[in-house]
T-cell receptor, first 112, second 114 residues
Framework: GENVEQHPSTLSVQEGDSAVIKCTYSDSASNYFPWYKQELGKRPQLIIDIRSNVGEKKDQRIAVTLNKTAKHFSLHITETQPEDSAVYFCAASRGGYSTLTFGKGTMLLVSP | KAGVTQTPRYLIKTRGQQVTLSCSPISGHRSVSWYQQTPGQGLQFLFEYFSETQRNKGNFPGRFSGRQFSNSRSEMNVSTLELGDSALYLC?????????????FGPGTRLTVL
């Protein structure tokens, strides 16, 4: 089955800095890669996703890049703000009727 | 639309007991997935139901089971509880047509096994 590794497990940055979270996946058939954000005590929510026919996708301060050859994808957050502090989960799926396999999460701490 | 709801929000049980958790998906969503969340382990997939049929199953023992009703509401059951079953159990619903659909999570049920 699919295995998703996520690094780092914890990331501390100063407000205004950029943050990068990296994930690798094992199943070359995976073609959908969403990112979920979970604030403390709240439910995970989708923040951005990318399909394998696209190399990069941006949405305001966040972007995701995908390298299919290396089987890794990354989340980039620019101009971080304290409200970006949360746990971020990457995931991978083959699409179709398959399910999401999640990484173990990255706790991002943004200090004012 | 109302979001995904889960009941109860908190449960305390003792080892050996069984427990049933409930999940009501967003109206119109036919897929419900269940996850176990523990510190350091992320979101581990339990199973997914679509139109009352279990479509996918994760690597959990047979003590974990689930079902889905005709109105798409889902329940999961854990029998013979163990201390290691203490976790936040999240359900998520999606329109379910394929694996590209956004999953909408419920608030979770916090299960503590003593």
């Amino acid at each position: 089955g699919e295995n998703v590794e996520q690094h780092p497990s914890t990331l501390s940055v100063q407000e205004g800095d950029s943050a990068v979270i990296k994930c690798t996946y094992s199943d070359s058939a995976s073609n959908y890669f969403p990112w979920y954000k979970q604030e403390l005590g709240k439910r995970p929510q989708l923040i951005i996703d990318i399909r394998s026919n696209v190399g990069e996708k941006k949405d305001q301060r966040i972007a995701v890049t995908l390298n299919k050859t290396a089987k890794h994808f990354s989340l980039h957050i620019t101009e971080t703000q304290p409200e970006d502090s949360a746990v971020y989960f990457c995931a991978a799926s083959r699409g179709g009727y398959s399910t999401l396999t999640f990484g173990k999460g990255t706790m991002l701490l943004v200090s004012p | 639309k109302a979001g995904v709801t889960q009941t109860p929000r908190y449960l305390i049980k003792t080892r050996g007991q069984q427990v049933t958790l409930s999940c009501s998906p967003i109206s119109g969503h036919r897929s419900v997935s269940w996850y176990q969340q523990t510190p350091g382990q992320g979101l581990q997939f339990l199973f997914e139901y679509f139109s009352e049929t279990q479509r996918n199953k994760g690597n959990f023992p047979g003590r974990f089971s689930g079902r889905q009703f005709s109105n798409s509401r889902s329940e999961m059951n854990v029998s013979t509880l163990e201390l290691g079953d203490s976790a936040l159990y999240l359900c998520a619903s999606s329109s379910g047509g394929d694996g590209y659909n956004e999953q909408f999570f419920g608030p979770g049920t916090r299960l503590t096994v003593l």
